[in-house]
């Protein structure tokens, strides 16, 4: 970041130009975006409001903390780490390098849950759905998000890093509904099955490791050098974490539960066979808002006669 004059101010506008410049330069997408995220995070203003005072002289302490960040964005790292927060449903989570930046592809899961919902409100005799589990929560945005959207949900959610336990906590606390989540530290459905509620959960959604060995060096270098590849790598055929979720399914969920599993973009067959494989129930497989098959729905309500 070059030195102006008294005369040449690094106003707003300037520097929302250069570093969008730069990050192209340097190839890093959604270079504009960046740019008003890191300074918005500086200015400690929402980034619609850097437009509102575009020639808003810069101090020499904003430029102090903008520089060592705008830095590590053109190295890749990705701006939601940087700032602390990723959104997920147009609500803020706290991330860091412990857990993954929660993605759009994941609100898939959500709607599904909530398309059901809908047809209990309707007045159909959809089951209540009053036990949750959440496996690999992660961040926590999947079990937050459920608990704030279905009253008096309550929820477990686990994972197998206690860092990541730690920010869904603190996630939790964030948004209210802390008194409703338990967190709980393991793999996979082992961790729920002695708080398994008498009837088995009424809803289980996970979001797992699926990336493949042979699709790891594909990925954009943001996402292989800085999220946590424990919740990313999925083994020789993704499918690693997986497998035993669907396996163990029939130990946690309800006769009349539901079951939403994301997984990769080339995976819709494979995992589409496990369920069935496992004979979990009437299974199909749903979109993300992208028009990618993304997410397997097992809805035990649903009779195969139906």
Same mark, same amino acid.
């Given at each position: 970041m070059a030195t102006h004059s008294i *005369?040449?101010?690094? +106003?707003?506008?300037?520097?929302?130009?250069?570093?969008?410049?730069?990050?192209? #330069?340097?190839?890093?997408?959604?270079?504009?975006?960046?740019?008003?995220?890191?300074? #918005?995070?500086?200015?400690? /203003?929402?980034?619609?409001?850097?437009? +509102? %005072?575009?020639? $808003?002289? +810069?101090?020499?302490? @904003?430029?102090?903390?903008?520089?060592?960040?705008?830095?590590?964005?053109?190295? %890749? @790292? &990705?701006?939601?780490?940087?700032?602390g927060e990723g959104n997920f449903l147009a609500r803020a989570f706290e991330v860091g390098p412990s857990v993954l930046i929660p993605r759009s592809a994941s609100e898939a899961i959500i709607q599904s /849950?909530?398309?059901?919902? $809908?047809?209990r409100a309707a007045g159909g005799d959809v089951p209540e759905i009053r036990h949750a589990a959440d496996i690999g929560t992660g961040s926590g945005c999947l079990a937050i998000t459920l608990a704030?959207?279905? &009253?008096?949900? *309550? /929820?477990?959610?686990?994972?197998?890093?206690?860092d990541a336990l730690e920010v869904a906590r603190r996630?939790?606390?964030?948004?209210? /509904?802390?008194?409703?989540? *338990?967190?709980v530290h393991g793999d996979g459905c082992g961790p729920l099955l002695e708080r398994r509620p008498e009837a088995g959960f009424d809803l289980v959604v996970t979001n797992p490791p699926y990336i493949?060995?042979?699709?790891?060096? +594909?990925?954009?270098? #943001?996402?292989?050098?800085?999220?946590?590849?424990?919740?990313?790598?999925?083994? !020789?055929?993704?499918?690693?974490? =997986?497998?035993?979720? =669907?396996?163990?399914?029939?130990r946690i969920l309800a006769d009349d539960g539901f079951f939403v599993l994301e997984f990769g973009d080339d995976q819709a067959v494979p995992v589409g066979n496990l369920a069935e494989r496992?004979? =979990?129930?009437? !299974?199909?497989?749903?979109?993300?808002?992208?028009?990618? *098959?993304?997410?397997?729905?097992?809805? $035990?309500?649903?009779?195969?006669? #139906?």
């Open positions: *005369e040449e101010p690094w +106003t707003t506008r300037r520097l929302l130009a250069w570093m969008g410049d730069h990050f192209e #330069s340097k190839d890093i997408q959604g270079h504009e975006v960046m740019a008003q995220l890191l300074l #918005s995070h500086v200015l400690g /203003v929402e980034p619609i409001l850097l437009f +509102t %005072d575009p020639d $808003r002289p +810069t101090s020499v302490e @904003e430029l102090d903390r903008l520089r060592p960040l705008v830095r590590r964005a053109a190295s %890749d @790292e &990705p701006v939601q780490y940087l700032i /849950v909530l398309d059901r919902q $809908r047809g704030l959207h279905v &009253p008096g949900l *309550e /929820v477990v959610a686990g994972d197998l890093s206690t996630n939790a606390e964030r948004h209210g /509904v802390a008194d409703r989540i *338990e967190f493949a060995d042979s699709t790891w060096q +594909t990925l954009d270098e #943001s996402v292989r050098e800085h999220e946590p590849s424990m919740a990313l790598r999925g083994g !020789a055929d993704g499918l690693d974490t =997986i497998t035993p979720i =669907i396996d163990g399914l029939d496992a004979g =979990i129930g009437p !299974a199909r497989i749903g979109l993300d808002m992208h028009g990618d *098959e993304r997410i397997l729905i097992v809805d $035990r309500w649903v009779r195969p006669d #139906s």
